[in-house]
T-cell receptor
């Protein structure tokens, strides 16, 4: 199944700044997914990213805050913009495998101070 | 709206014990069900994927069952080890409609295996 390399693995950022998270897949995938996991909570889908089109955002998430790029079938980035302490979470990317299951990156643990 | 529930929320067992984690879902129209493991602060590792037409899948000491009609899945861990300590997440994939592929997750079961 596909393997996703995600970076950075963790970061501590100042409020008001932005962080870009990258995910590289070792095979071509149609859709990639970005999730947020707040402390002690399960995963919440932020958006779905198709190559060559605008990402589709879930309720409560907007492009200005979480811009996403999907330049090709193996790569995507998520930017967390104008960060506040409430953005402190684990961010994960995911892609669907050929068997219909999902594989995930290793996560980015973000702390905003 | 699909909802996934995992019971118990936390479980602590002595090493060597066999254990069962439970997952239930409200809408039986699923494409598949997947069990994941998550270590603290890390990403998700896929453990087992069960297609809707299957009843169970096995990998090593892990066995997952699926009863789609009753909306239930169980993850059986045999001869538990301290290295099994993690949070276990159950997620269902909906039958693809209009291209929607949104996974629905349970809140997880935090497992602690004591030496």
């Amino acid at each position: 199944s596909a393997v996703i390399s995600q970076k950075p693995s963790r970061d501590i950022c100042q409020r008001g700044t932005s962080l870009t998270i990258q995910c590289q897949v070792d095979s071509q995938v149609t859709m990639m997914f970005w999730y947020r996991q707040q402390p002690g909570q399960s995963l919440t889908l932020i958006a779905t990213a198709n190559q060559g089109s605008e990402a589709t955002y879930e309720s409560g998430f907007v492009i200005d805050k979480f811009p996403i790029s999907r330049p090709n079938l193996t790569f995507s980035t998520l930017t967390v913009s104008n960060m506040s302490p409430e953005d402190s979470s684990i961010y994960l990317c995911s892609a669907r495998t050929g068997l219909g299951g999902y594989t995930f990156g290793s996560g980015t643990r973000l702390t905003v101070v | 709206k699909q909802e996934v529930t995992q019971i118990p929320a936390a479980l602590s067992v002595p090493e060597g014990e066999n254990l069962v984690l439970n997952c239930s879902f409200t809408d039986s129209a699923i494409y598949n069900l997947q069990w994941f493991r998550q270590d603290p602060g890390k990403g998700l590792t896929s453990l087992l994927l069960i297609q809707s037409s299957q009843r169970e899948q096995t990998s090593g000491r892990l066995n997952a069952s699926l009863d789609k009609s009753s909306g239930r899945s169980t993850l059986y861990i045999a001869a538990s080890q301290p290295g099994d300590s993690a949070t276990y997440l159950c997620a269902v994939s909906p039958v693809l409609q209009g291209g929607s592929e949104k996974l629905v997750f349970g809140k997880g079961t935090k497992l602690t295996v004591n030496p």
